[in-house]
T-cell receptor, first 112, second 114 residues
Framework: GEDVEQSLFLSVREGDSSVINCTYTDSSSTYLYWYKQEPGAGLQLLTYIFSNMDMKQDQRLTVLLNKKDKHLSLRIADTQTGDSAIYFCAESNGKGDDKIIFGKGTRLHILP | DAMVIQNPRYQVTQFGKPVTLSCSQTLNHNVMYWYQQKSSQAPKLLFH???????NEADTPDNFQSRRPNTSFCFLDIRSPGLGDAAMYLC?????????????FGEGSRLTVL
């Protein structure tokens, strides 16, 4: 079955870059997503990438996709205290009634 | 303003005592989802409604039911909660199914079973 794996914790110093990694197993994954969950709030879509792309950049966020290795990463440049949250990787195959499969989430902790 | 609202935020129930969680949306989205999230686990899809069409996941226990009386509201009923049902329950909506789509989540309802 489909599976999405990511490490549970990451600590980064304020001002450094954060790189959150994710691997997935479904070779038919068409869309790959990053969601952010701040304390006490619901998950919120940050960005997504279509499987025929290998990179997407949006301000401080860069998404890299290695489709051959089924590896997705989210890079946050110049990490700020407001970036402290749980980041969820997710995938879907984009078909009619497909479901979005989530990873367990990576908790990003910002060190002063 | 919150677009997907879940109530209650915290629910405590006794073993075997039925509980209902509610979700409302102001987005007029066609699809509403219920996810279960246990500590340090991935959100797990229980079921979803596409308009009035109910879609149950194959591994969702019979103990979990859902109702969608109108576009705006969706309920999660747990008929006989067990200790293993203690979790955060997340409601989400999307405009349509399939394709690249954004899920809009509520803040969740945390269920404790005593």
């Amino acid at each position: 079955g489909e599976d999405v794996e990511q490490s549970l914790f990451l600590s980064v110093r304020e001002g450094d870059s954060s790189v959150i990694n994710c691997t997935y197993t479904d070779s038919s994954s068409t869309y790959l997503y990053w969601y952010k969950q701040e304390p006490g709030a619901g998950l919120q879509l940050l960005t997504y990438i279509f499987s025929n792309m290998d990179m997407k950049q949006d301000q401080r966020l860069t998404v890299l996709l290695n489709k051959k290795d089924k590896h997705l990463s989210l890079r946050i440049a110049d990490t700020q205290t407001g970036d402290s949250a749980i980041y969820f990787c997710a995938e879907s195959n984009g078909k009619g009634d497909d479901k979005i499969i989530f990873g367990k989430g990576t908790r990003l902790h910002i060190l002063p | 303003d919150a677009m997907v609202i879940q109530n209650p935020r915290y629910q405590v129930t006794q073993f075997g005592k039925p509980v209902t969680l509610s979700c409302s949306q102001t987005l007029n989205h066609n699809v509403m989802y219920w996810y279960q999230q246990k500590s340090s686990q991935a959100p797990k899809l229980l079921f979803h409604y596409y308009d009035k069409d109910f879609n149950n996941e194959a591994d969702t226990p019979d103990n979990f039911q859902s109702r969608r009386p109108n576009t705006s509201f969706c309920f999660l009923d747990i008929r006989s909660p067990g200790l293993g049902d203690a979790a955060m329950y997340l409601c989400a909506t999307s405009r349509e199914r399939g394709g690249a789509r954004e899920l809009f989540f509520g803040e969740g309802s945390r269920l404790t079973v005593l």
